[in-house]
Nanobody, 122 residues
Framework: QVQLVESGGGLVQTGGSLSLSCAASGRTLSSYVMGWFRQAPGKEREFVSAINWSSERTYYADSVNGRFTISRDNAKNTVYLQMNSLKPEDTGVYYC???????????????WGQGTQVTVSS
C-alpha cells in the first residue's frame, strides 16, 4: 500500500508560480508511473501531467504544456510539479496519483493523495 501526501498549494496571483510536492510512504514509488490531476469546483477531475519511473518520459495536458514541469526523485520517494505562468483557470485541488502504466485516465490510477488547494487570483 502506498500513502501519498501533497503539499505546496496556496494562493498566488496570475502569472505567479507554485511548486507542488507529493511524498510517498509505505512503498517505493520507483516502480510506478506518477501523475498529477486537478479538480475545479463543479468539474470532473482532469489529467495534468504524468512521468514514467525513470523520468525519461513526461506527458502534459495541452492546457499546461510549456508552463508546468513534472519531475521525480525516486531516492526521496517524491514527485514534484513546478507550475509557472499560472492562470485563474489553473485553480483547483491538485492530486498526485500512482499507476502501473502510462495513462491519463483517473480510473486507472491506483493510489491517490488527499489533494492540495491551488488558487490563482486574477
Amino acid at each position: 500500500q502506498v500513502q501519498l501526501v501533497e503539499s505546496g498549494g496556496g494562493l498566488v496571483q496570475t502569472g505567479g508560480s507554485l511548486s507542488l510536492s507529493c511524498a510517498a510512504s509505505g512503498r517505493t514509488l520507483s516502480s510506478y508511473v506518477m501523475g498529477w490531476f486537478r479538480q475545479a469546483p463543479g468539474k470532473e477531475r482532469e489529467f495534468v501531467s504524468a512521468i514514467n519511473w525513470s523520468s525519461e518520459r513526461t506527458y502534459y495536458a495541452d492546457s499546461v504544456n510549456g508552463r508546468f514541469t513534472i519531475s521525480r526523485d525516486n531516492a526521496k520517494n517524491t514527485v514534484y510539479l513546478q507550475m509557472n505562468s499560472l492562470k485563474p483557470e489553473d485553480t483547483g485541488v491538485y492530486y498526485c496519483a500512482g499507476a502501473s502504466y502510462i495513462t491519463s485516465h483517473p480510473a486507472e490510477f491506483h493510489y491517490w493523495g488527499q489533494g492540495t488547494q491551488v488558487t490563482v487570483s486574477s
